[in-house]
């Protein structure tokens, strides 16, 4: 499988998905750290991926979503963004509404 | 200067009414980012651009903008991308 199909595959099987550094008990990044929170306050189940321990997923994801940072979350396969943005959502209330939904 | 070059790439590409960048990357020394050299910025941009924008949208016009710089001088760019309207 070719790293896209390999995306979209991670993409397709859950909800809620978060590409990030290091894993939800281990951030190894701060931004990491804070999206991790945020989403656990939600209180939702989601899936996570270390980009650490894939580098060709890592160099991959910058160039399909156009985002050149991590961490990133996807709802239902879309780009929701990074930590300015669910940091921004998750002040407004708006964090748990859309994963709510989702999950 | 990597904030000049930053404000630079913006003006150039998003003409903004306001632009203000603020290195952070002091208060990152040491952790395995800023190790390699890239530093951490905080933007803060207003532009007619936005109108009608998400904010997934905005940032990534933004990250477009400075795609050049983002492969190695900056590590983390925090953005707080706003419409003329928004900022009153």
């Known amino acids: ?103 | 200067m990597t904030s000049e070059l930053i404000k630079q790439k913006l003006n150039e590409s998003i003409q903004p009414e306001l632009i203000e960048i603020v290195d952070d990357s002091a208060a990152h020394a040491g952790h395995a980012g800023a190790r390699q050299g890239g530093g951490h910025y905080n933007v803060t941009i207003v532009a007619k651009i936005f109108d009608g924008k998400s904010l997934i949208q905005r940032h990534q016009l933004i990250y477009q903008a400075l795609s050049d710089l983002m492969k190695s001088e900056i590590h983390a760019l925090g953005i707080n991308a706003l419409t003329p309207s928004e900022n009153k």
Request: net charge negative.
């Open chain 1, 1 to 103: 499988m070719d790293v896209i199909e390999r995306i979209k595959d991670q993409l397709g099987s859950h909800p809620i998905v978060l590409y990030m550094k290091g894993s939800p008990d281990f951030p190894q990044c701060g931004f990491s750290a804070q999206t991790v929170q945020a989403i656990k306050d939600c209180g939702v189940q989601f899936m996570y991926i270390n980009i650490f321990e894939d580098l060709e997923v890592r160099e991959a994801l910058k160039e399909y979503s156009n985002w050149p940072t991590y961490p990133q979350l996807y709802v239902n396969g879309e780009l929701v963004g990074g930590c300015d943005i669910i940091m921004d959502l998750h002040s407004k209330g708006e964090l748990q509404e859309i994963l709510k939904k989702a999950a």
